[in-house]
């Protein structure tokens, strides 16, 4: 399903100021279940929304247009482990349609930041928001659970994405 570039910029855009408004909900929580639940929720919406930015904006620094946006399948469906290609068929994700022929024209280590910066924007602003929560203090269930979010996605980009995912597509690009 194609997105439009001014609905996407502002529905990610929206996503990630929910996220904001979500954890400093998140720092004013008394019960430790709720700051620990409403951190993740927080933590899961800003990656999910920042990771297309974090493509559209490198793509368009670099002079790349940004055809639109799409709502699709992950490329987790592409991977031979049953279980995860099953559920990379069921979760839509947000995919951003980069303009080939200028992504073309780009040296290759500059299409190989265009294919990692979702990666690079997504694991670095999740990995700031548990930082944030180890500084202000939130409750230990919370910290741990965010650190163990951040440490999971990290995997999942190592063992996963080199694979089928961004930075599967990074590696192809030749030098």
């Known amino acids: 399903t194609r997105i439009s570039l001014k609905v996407g910029v502002t529905g990610l855009l929206g996503g990630c100021a929910i996220s904001a408004l ?22 899961g919406l800003l990656f999910y929304s920042s990771h297309p930015l974090g493509h ?22 592409k991977l031979e482990m049953e279980p995860l290609r099953t559920i990379g068929k069921m979760i839509p994700t947000i995919g951003t349609k980069l303009n080939r022929s200028r992504l073309g024209s780009l040296a290759p280590r ?12 997504s694991n670095f602003l999740i990995g700031v928001q548990s930082a944030y929560a180890l500084v202000a203090g939130f409750s230990s269930p919370a910290v741990l659970l965010s650190a163990a979010f951040v440490v999971g996605t990290l995997a999942s980009e190592v063992v996963l994405s080199t694979k089928v995912g961004d930075i599967s597509k990074m590696r192809r690009q030749v030098p």
Do not use: N
């Not at 979500?22 to 993740?40: C, E, G, M």
């Not at 490198?58 to 992950?74: E, K, T, W």
């Open 22 to 43: 979500i954890l400093a909900y998140a720092s004013t929580a008394k019960s430790p279940l709720i700051q620990a639940v409403t951190l993740l929720v927080s933590m």
């Open 56 to 77: 559209y904006l490198v793509a368009r620094i670099l002079g790349v247009g940004v055809d639109y946006f799409f709502l699709g399948s992950s490329d987790f469906k």
């Open 110 to 121: 500059w299409r190989r930041f265009v294919f990692g910066a979702g990666v690079i924007f």
